[in-house]
Structure formats: structure tokens, C-alpha cells
Nanobody
Framework: VQLVEPGGGLVQVGGSLRLSCATA????????MAWYRQAPGKQGELVAS???????NYEDSVKGRFTISRGNAKNTAYLQMDSLKPEDTAVYYC?????????WGQGTQVTVSS
């Protein structure tokens, strides 16, 4: 199973970005799709997750600003990031769990400049 996660880039404070994650090579539906992020010198953290049933969870600092959703195509997900802040700067990784197996994307850099 391969994960492809286009998106990311440089944006000014208050701006928006949309991350995408798509899997290839699995006939099974993902149980959970999520994004983690890691900023330089900081521990990685779960940003948002969405289950196959549509249940969503968000890290406290992104609640009300980020929205995770699943696409119509199987095993695709999106992370809409609005009102971005400098502290959102990090490498964002898509994470997918399919049954007991876990997969990670290559990561995409999100930089919020002030």
C-alpha cells in the first residue's frame, strides 16, 4: 500500500491550505485516516483523525480551524486548514490504518509565515 499526499507549501498567517491523502494498492477500506505533524525540536502529535464511520477527532489547538474529511474515492482524505498560525508550521504526515496494518505518507512541509 502506498500513500500519496500532495499539498502543503508556504502560506501567510491567517491563510488556508488543503492537504490530501490517497492510498493505492489496497482493496480494503481504511479503518482510520489521520494526519500527524512534527515541528523542529518538538514531539510529533496527532492533528486530526477520521474513522470509517465518520467519527472525527482533533487536537485541541486546531479545533475550529482544521476540518478533516473523507473523499468519495476509497481511502482518500482531506485536511482543510484555515486561519493558519505560525505554530502550525511542521511536516504533516498522513497515517492510514487498514485492519491491523499501518501506513505512513512521505510527509509534506507546511510553513506559515508571519
Amino acid at each position: 500500500v502506498q500513500l500519496v499526499e500532495p499539498g502543503g507549501g508556504l502560506v501567510q498567517v491567517g491563510g488556508s491550505l488543503r492537504l490530501s491523502c490517497a492510498t493505492a494498492g489496497s482493496i480494503l477500506s481504511a479503518n482510520v485516516m489521520a494526519w500527524y505533524r512534527q515541528a523542529p525540536g518538538k514531539q510529533g502529535e496527532l492533528v486530526a483523525s477520521i474513522s470509517s464511520g465518520g467519527s472525527k477527532n482533533y487536537e485541541d489547538s486546531v479545533k475550529g480551524r482544521f476540518t478533516i474529511s473523507r473523499g468519495n474515492a476509497k481511502n482518500t482524505a482531506y485536511l482543510q486548514m484555515d486561519s493558519l498560525k505560525p505554530e502550525d508550521t511542521a511536516v504533516y504526515y498522513c497515517h492510514v490504518r487498514i485492519t491491523i496494518r499501518q501506513y505512513w505518507g512521505q510527509g509534506t512541509q507546511v510553513t506559515v509565515s508571519s
